[in-house]
């Protein structure tokens, strides 16, 4: 089963419009962390904003807000006032309790595509 | 910026080949990560080290081997490259401020990687 699920292969929004990337993920721990990054088309993985599972209010970055909903696992980046630089692929990351080696990796989502338009 | 580098930015190889990839940081981390990105796989973890010369492996170690006897240098090493290696290889770092902290991972560049 998969541990962290992108469904929006492919998203649109207009430039100056909020959107909303969802994820959702997979865990039996207490403890654990949510990420998102980005990847535009140079290539480059950008982390943007983190959100603790105990963290009590959703993580802000700027124009990036993590929706937060821990009874339903759901981690969805939502990313306000859209500009034509936010043209990207989007990653949701799932970081769970240490491993019997005392050290904790992250899992990746397959990502949304995100395309801003003018 | 995280002070990540990596070597070399592409490569063409021919399968059966060894290859090499390198990964330098510059500030001291101590943990040091490799993935590959493949189209529909998002990044799947190969191997990782959590000091000079402890590593672990990942999701998909199988055909890659790690070293890092220094703390800045983590090496990938794809012993007989072939085709399905053709990827897009990332570095990442990170840092516990505390043990068992849940501490956010900075990538490199990535390398292309094609394998013919």
């Known amino acids: 089963a998969q541990k962290i699920t992108q469904t929006q292969p492919g998203m649109f929004v207009q430039e100056k419009e909020a959107v909303t990337l969802d994820c959702t993920y997979d865990t039996s721990d207490q403890s654990y962390g949510l990420f998102w990054y980005k990847q535009p088309s140079s290539g480059e993985m950008i982390f943007l904003i983190y959100q603790g599972s105990y963290d009590e209010q959703n993580a802000t970055e700027g124009r990036y807000s993590l929706n937060f909903q821990k009874a339903r696992k759901s981690a969805n980046l939502v990313i306000s006032a859209s500009q034509l630089g936010d043209s990207a692929m989007y990653f949701c990351a799932m970081r769970e309790d240490a491993t019997s080696s005392g050290y904790s990796t992250l899992t990746f989502g397959k990502g949304t595509m995100l395309l801003v338009s003018p | 910026d995280a002070g990540i580098t990596q070597s070399p930015r592409h490569k063409v190889t021919e399968t059966g080949t060894p290859v090499t990839l390198r990964c330098h940081q510059t500030e001291n981390h101590r943990y040091m990560y490799w993935y590959r990105q493949d189209p529909g796989h998002g990044l799947r973890l190969i191997h990782y080290?959590?000091?000079?010369?402890?590593?672990d492996k990942g999701e998909v170690s199988d055909g890659y081997s790690v070293s890092r006897s220094k703390t800045e240098d983590f090496l990938l090493t794809l012993e007989s490259a072939t085709s399905s290696q053709t990827s897009v290889y990332f570095c990442?770092?990170?840092?516990?401020?505390?043990?068992?902290?849940?501490?956010?991972?900075?990538f490199g560049p990535g390398t292309r990687l094609l394998v013919l």
């Open positions: 080290s959590y000091g000079v010369k402890d590593t």
């Open positions: 990442a770092i990170s840092e516990s401020l505390v043990a068992g902290a849940l501490e956010t991972q900075y």
